[in-house]
């Protein structure tokens, strides 16, 4: 079972959610808070396995929260679901290491598939704001949001890594690279936490965002 935690400060969104996801049958919404304190409250006691965040939200908003979250919790994923889709909060959702960026208007079965594209360590951005991100990290790569890392920890990477780390700047699911390079789903997630561990990024966000930024796959050889 996936583990569900709701995190919108409209009760009546949250039963909603509540309601249609636990028909089924994968999935097991696990509890529905009303901001980003009650997330890290909830959390600390129970640990979902993906967070459905809204992110205008009292107190603490979804952006910060997701923040701390990824970074005490970086095994839970996040699935930002909001009604606004504004460049800022794009930008520093996935920024911050969300893996989904989806607006409330979407269908059940968009939703359900989003779930487990994210549980299985793959990324969903709705179509209608998907263009917007890519115009977002093609503006950074121009810019001076910077991912830097060491030259001797770039050196540490070795022809597989490369291959994994392009197909994580073009967008590819866990999935996708396996189907692609032809491994397992799972020796592709051990690849991408050893590269996370060998160049010091904190995930595959910010892993992507360096690959577009810096065209890292050129730097093979």
Avoid at 66 to 92: A, H, N, R
Avoid at 118 to 143: D, H, R, T, W
Avoid at 175 to 188: F, N, P, Q
Wanted: hydrophobic content about 40%.
């Amino acid at each position: 079972m996936i583990k569900v935690l709701i995190a919108d400060d409209q009760e009546l969104i949250r039963q909603s959610l509540s309601i249609i996801l636990g028909l089924k049958e994968e999935i097991s919404v696990v509890g529905g808070v009303g901001d980003g304190t009650e997330v890290l409250e909830f959390i600390a006691k129970e640990k979902p396995d993906i967070i459905l965040m809204d992110i205008r939200m009292p107190t603490m908003d979804g952006v910060e929260c997701t923040k701390i979250v990824k970074g005490k919790y970086p095994e839970i994923k996040i699935i930002v679901l909001t009604t606004f889709d504004d460049d800022k909060y794009v930008f520093s959702a996935l920024k911050y290491g969300a893996s989904g960026y989806l607006l409330k208007g979407i269908s059940v079965d968009e939703l359900e598939k989003a779930i487990h594209v994210v549980y299985s360590g793959g990324a969903m951005i709705n179509p209608e704001i998907a263009s917007k991100v890519v115009e977002l990290f093609s503006e950074m790569a121009q810019q001076n949001y910077d991912v830097m890392i060491e030259a001797e920890n770039i050196e540490k990477i070795n022809d597989m890594e490369w291959d994994i780390i392009k197909d994580v700047g073009h967008g590819m699911s866990n999935k996708e690279i396996a189907d692609h390079i032809g491994l397992t789903e799972g020796t592709v997630r051990n690849y991408i936490s050893t590269i996370l561990k060998k160049i010091g990024l904190r995930d595959r966000t910010q892993l992507a965002i360096w690959e577009v930024q810096s065209g890292a796959q050129k730097r093979r050889g």
